[in-house]
């Protein structure tokens, strides 16, 4: 059974050294998981017995299209109102635990490797009776003239068929919960895979602004004009047109939630 990586919280001792991995560039950011512990958690309005780890969010230097974080439900926990926003679509993908998503008055009962795409202005509402985690994106939609607003649905990662990247003998594949020509979505969030020295053999250079949080395994990454290491856990931020690429370094699969925008016209600053 695949095993989902979650924020542990807690506290280091006062011994451990102060030296960590966390770094912040123009181009892009690591947010390790040992730093997100108890002192860094939020807690939001409308919701019973929860805390956050807020990993990117619209702000100046930093993300600029969404909003990701990591959710712990206590027993019982959970919202009858989640989302304040009615612009704002989310993706949740359960990481630990188990929850009920109402989606438009049907109930969902989801454990880890559960994925939820919710639309903007979309009714749901959350419960999790013995506690759970998950990621949490969300990005404010963007409507297209001639094309329809998605549809919410529920899955899992097991029934999605991960699709083989060309030329890669199936070492790097990833599975994609919405088709890639449905033009109705303007957010892609997928779940990458790379077998043990599986690698992205180039530095991809492009547009989309990406979210990568670590669900298993390890492996180096090249972001712009360094080499690091990251492990499950960790999160990853990369601002558009960041090189990017990676080897995997085993001894299992380096797997993680990717986020991108996709399939509308750059907007404008200012």
């Known amino acids: 059974m695949t095993r989902y990586a979650s924020p542990a919280g807690g506290l280091p001792p006062q011994t451990h ?4 991995r966390a770094v912040l560039t123009d181009a892009y950011a690591v947010i390790p998981r040992g730093v997100q512990t108890d002192i860094v958690t939020s807690a939001l309005p409308g919701w019973e017995g929860m805390r956050m780890w807020v990993l990117a969010r619209p702000l100046s230097g930093f993300a600029e299209t969404f909003f990701q974080a990591g959710v712990e439900l206590a027993p ?18 359960v990481t630990r635990g188990a929850l009920v998503l109402t989606v438009e008055g049907a109930a969902h009962e989801m454990a880890p490797g559960g994925y939820a795409y919710l639309p903007a202005g979309c009714a749901w ?13 969300r990005k404010r939609y963007v409507p297209a003239e ?56 180039f530095l991809e250079t492009h547009v989309m602004e990406h979210g990568l949080y670590v669900l298993e395994g390890k492996a180096v990454y090249a972001l ?20 990017q690429a ?15 925008d996709v399939n509308r016209m750059p907007g404008w600053l200012g």
Not at 17 to 20: D, E, H
Not at 76 to 93: C, H, I, N, T, Y
Request: with cysteine; aromatic share 12%.
């Open 17 to 20: 050294l102060t030296t960590g």
């Open 76 to 93: 019982g926990g959970g919202s009858e109102r989640p989302e304040a926003d009615p612009e704002a679509q989310s993706v949740v993908f």
């Open 125 to 137: 509402t959350m419960r999790s009776e013995d506690g759970a985690a998950f990621q949490w994106i």
């Open 146 to 201: 001639g094309v329809d607003r998605p549809e919410p649905f529920v899955t899992t990662d097991d029934a999605e068929a991960p699709v083989p990247m060309p030329d890669t003998d199936r070492a790097w594949a990833t599975r994609r919960f919405v088709d890639p020509a449905d033009l109705r979505h303007d957010m892609h969030v997928n779940v990458v895979t790379f077998q043990p020295g599986g690698a992205i053999p």
């Open 224 to 243: 712009n004009d360094d080499w690091v290491e990251v492990e499950a856990g960790d999160f990853m931020w990369l601002r558009a047109f960041c090189p």
């Open 246 to 260: 990676c080897y995997a370094g085993g001894p299992g699969p380096f797997r993680y939630l990717l986020y991108k």
